[in-house]
């Protein structure tokens, strides 16, 4: 059970094996999703996994660089560097612990934060819809679309059809609504309550926008492809000053941040809970 499940957790990390923490963790965040759990509590324990995976990356670098600087006169820190990159890049360090046959590691190596930013971004989405920021809620909600392999496709879906109703894109509002309609788990009941509503909305707008949204959107409802976007607003992050936080490296639009030249009341990341005052601009 979750119990257990959590006492092993913390057996492996006073073990100083984060690897296995980290999967566990991330077992117990999918196990948290099926059920219906508060999407803060999954995005908790995905930001935990997270942690955990970084702290094996800096324990495996920091191993690297010792080995290569412990060389004597042939050692140097450019040498290091290059070393330690070059394994990080070309190796996957789940081999060490699964030995390449799990694919579930794979994918939570490759991107320990995935799962955090798809919960984050979804609550963010909501809470947008619920103060009634409708474009800011339909622009997060189509950032949602590149999380389908984390987040319920149907519920991704159906957040950006009531999003962009609400803002008046019914193009935006068509788009979603076609892909709700012809996702394989949707029952055929649910299939022709949404066609019914459907043609209820069309019959009296035209599926068009108001504006043409910016391609990084349409790209992404169109095929999932991802972009950079700020983790307090859910905005693209096109051509303006941004700053990214050094713990999960996610991005957040230097406006959003800062009013009048001064922080505006964030003092730590919205994504991974760090402290920001480290943090740079790029």
Known sequence: NKGKKLEAVELFRRANRPTEAALLIGD????????????????????LAALEIERHRKKATDNLITQTMGG??????AQATAATLETLMMSSLDTQVTGGNNKKAAKAFGNAWRGAAAYHYYMLAQKQFY????????????????????????????????SSLKNKFYGTCSKAFVKLETLSTLSET????????????FVKNSPIDPVVLPDVYTKCLDIGKPYKACIISGRAILDSDSYMCKSCRHP???????????????????????????????
Do not use: W
């Open 28 to 47: 117990i965040a999918e196990n948290a999703a099926r059920k219906d759990l508060k999407p803060s509590f999954a995005k908790k324990l995905h930001v």
């Open 190 to 201: 649910e299939r022709e309550e949404i066609q019914s509503l459907v043609v209820k909305i």
């Open 72 to 77: 004597g006169t042939g050692g140097n820190l």
């Open 252 to 282: 957040m639009l230097e406006r959003e941040r800062l009013s009048d030249g001064k922080v505006n009341g964030i003092t730590n990341c919205p994504l991974c809970h760090n402290p920001l005052a480290s943090n740079s601009s790029y």
């Open 131 to 162: 103060n009634e920021n409708f474009d800011a809620s339909m622009k997060t909600s189509i950032k949602l679309c590149e999380y389908d392999d984390v987040l319920e496709p149907k519920d991704i879906y159906k957040l950006l059809c009531l």
